[in-house]
Nanobody, 123 residues
Framework: QVQLVESGGGLVQAGGSLRLSCAGSGRTFSRYAIGWFRQAPGKEREFVASISWNGGYTYYANSVKGRFTISRDNAKNTVYLQMDSLKPEDTAIYYC????????????????WGQGTQVTVSS
């Protein structure tokens, strides 16, 4: 089992940057693929990015490709989401999730979830 805590959200102007962190508990954190998802008001939760257990594979939603970068530091039990060139449509609650296995984009496949962190991008 793994527990996840997101941090780093906040208010930023369009074109700005934020770095989100997903801190995991437990000695087995490095075995888990980690994904980032987001949910905007009135919309369904959607996939943003994911990374394999060793960082060898990364995947991005088309809407964030080229602007967001996912990375991990297993020595610190932490996964990062660097968000650059932010747009108002990136405003959402961002969640990280963990699963054993590959970094699939299918939300239902992710077993463990954090509580989320709010990101607001003003125009």
């Amino acid at each position: 089992q793994v527990q996840l805590v997101e941090s780093g959200g906040g208010l930023v102007q369009a074109g700005g940057s934020l770095r989100l962190s997903c801190a995991g508990s437990g000695r087995t954190f490095s075995r888990y693929a980690i994904g980032w998802f987001r949910q905007a008001p009135g919309k369904e939760r959607e996939f943003v990015a994911s990374i394999s257990w060793n960082g060898g594979y990364t995947y991005y939603a088309n809407s964030v490709k080229g602007r967001f970068t996912i990375s991990r530091d297993n020595a610190k039990n932490t996964v990062y989401l660097q968000m650059d060139s932010l747009k108002p449509e990136d405003t959402a609650i961002y969640y990280c999730a963990a699963r054993l296995g590959g970094p699939t984009q299918t939300m239902e496949s992710w077993k463990y979830w954090g509580q989320g962190t709010q990101v607001t991008v003003s125009s």
